[in-house]
């Protein structure tokens, strides 16, 4: 189905991204493909759809055929039923006014019957738990849903090879089991399926075959029983180093009180109230689509509610733009592409703390240093990978040294350095009196870097206390609000 030869390829102005790889993806192979942020892994998908050459541009060298077509002979349209990619960035994928719409465009293009659109849409949006959410515009959703929305649309097209890109990235423990299912069943059809994960963890048991890169080698090829010696290379899990926590301050810091939400008709947060003490850790927690990221968004005043009130040291928030509550509260996106408006990394980095009157030169390279960042400061945040961007876009907040650090799921993207690398930066911050409130689904990293856990189910608060005491409850985990403590679907 898919053979690669000799494969080198780099973008405009960078070395070479991947360094002379070869690949055959046989009909109704399962590949799994790994590494590193930068690592290579996107670029590989972009070569096996089309996208490069005929979208990036660049120097592409060896010979790439797919269904036994030259996809330097074809275009990306033509190649659409035989490959179809689920792109990293969901966002850059939905452009429709509704779910339902969104699924059923590439069928339109495709001029597949409008029955048989309006079946597949309804095996699909059921498969993967989307039914409720047809009627509702991609842009009110949360970020796994949008990814949900995003899988479904190229799913619905039916190809003979499906390869998405960090598929888990955005997605709950309910979500990914989901996924994880639908497949594995649409591989037992006889599709090929390549995954592109940064952790692969338990999916490991999908794969019938491994491929890890590493700056543009491979590290690893074979079967996925078979990589056991090489899993103190390739670190498949990160290894969080346990932190002695520091007690709170008592005096509340940031504050929501009887808060409600609504958009139209739909209601997104119900009467939630939290308090959040001076120097705190905590972590917000729940299902996609609970609420977390538009609780959130009114921290720093990008949201006003439609009922209750935030304070920030006891003043409302309500009389505050978000520009005078960035130099207070900074919140860090789910999608970096959307906190980005310079055209060099540097500057990104520095327009926040220029604006704000507080740029400290060495507080700034301790931040490059810390996210890795000296390589690409001169580079355009927009041509960067995923990860690279997640780093920059953290590296831009926390260089503005707000008295409140809020990150929206900080380690989507993110490998296992970096990931390890953000949980070591947040133990430092203990003593820098910064209040930390992260919203993720990654309960280990959750359980790393923080002391308190509120989470929130069909936006309301359900409960709030230690990690220990919560991560296992059943009556929790019934509810849905929380997996079991060893899911299997965790990634």
């Not at 452009?95 to 095996?123: C, H, K, M, Q, Y």
């Not at 990150?407 to 133990?427: C, F, I, K, M, N």
């Amino acid at each position: 189905m898919i053979r690669l030869s000799a494969i080198r390829y780099r973008y405009p102005k960078t070395g070479w991204v991947l360094k002379g790889l070869d690949l055959s993806v046989d009909h109704g192979d399962y590949l799994l493909v790994g590494g590193g942020n930068g690592s290579g892994k996107s670029t590989l998908g972009y070569i096996c759809n089309g996208l490069i050459p005929h979208y990036f541009d660049g120097t592409l060298q060896g010979s790439v055929t797919v269904a036994g077509l030259d996809t330097r002979e074809q275009k990306v349209s033509d190649l659409l039923v035989h490959v179809g990619l689920v792109l990293q960035n969901a966002d850059a994928q939905l452009f429709n006014s509704t779910v339902e719409d969104e699924i059923a465009f590439g069928l339109e293009s495709l001029g597949v019957p409008a029955s048989e659109i309006a079946e597949r849409i309804r095996e699909i949006s059921i498969s993967l738990g989307l039914d409720h959410l047809l009627n509702r515009s991609p842009v009110t959703l949360s970020g796994g849903e949008k990814r949900l929305v995003a899988i479904a649309s190229v799913l619905c097209l039916n190809p003979s090879i499906l390869l998405l890109d960090e598929p888990y990235g955005d997605l709950d423990w309910s979500a990914s089991k989901k996924v994880r299912q639908t497949l594995l069943r649409i591989n037992q059809t006889g599709k090929t399926i390549i995954v592109i994960e940064q952790l692969l963890g338990n999916l490991l048991e999908d794969g019938a075959g491994c491929l890890i890169l590493d700056q543009g080698n491979v590290l690893y090829q074979g079967m996925p029983q078979h990589i056991d010696q090489a899993l103190t290379r390739i670190r498949l899990l990160p290894q969080y180093s346990r932190r002695d926590s520091k007690p709170a301050g008592r005096e509340t810091i940031l504050s929501a009180q009887d808060l409600s939400f609504r958009i139209g008709e739909k209601q997104i947060l119900t009467s939630v109230s939290i308090d959040l003490r001076k120097g705190e850790k905590v972590a917000l927690i729940g299902r996609n689509g609970s609420g977390k990221t538009t609780l959130l968004k009114h921290f720093n005043g990008l949201l006003r509610p439609s009922a209750g009130k935030v304070t920030f040291l006891g003043e409302n928030v309500a009389g505050k733009s978000p520009s005078e509550m960035a130099a207070h509260v900074g919140l860090s996106f789910q999608n970096p592409n959307d906190q980005f408006f310079k055209y060099r990394v540097k500057d990104e980095i520095l327009v926040g703390p220029q604006k704000l009157g507080k740029l400290r030169h060495e507080w700034i390279h301790e931040v490059w240093q810390i996210f890795d960042l000296h390589g690409l400061l001169k580079r355009s945040p927009y041509r960067l990978s995923e990860g690279e961007k997640k780093r920059v876009s953290l590296a831009s907040i926390l260089a503005m040294n707000p008295q409140v650090l809020v990150l929206d799921e900080p380690t989507s993207g993110q490998d296992v350095r970096l990931r390890e690398t953000l949980a070591t930066l947040l133990a430092k911050l203990e003593n820098l009196d910064f209040t930390l409130l992260i919203a993720t689904h990654d309960l280990e990293f959750a359980r790393a870097v923080t002391d308190r856990w509120i989470v929130l189910h069909q936006g309301r608060v359900v409960a709030d206390g230690t990690p220990e005491a919560l991560w296992g409850d059943d009556g929790l985990v019934h509810l849905g609000a929380l997996p079991p403590p060893r899911d299997e679907t965790k990634h």
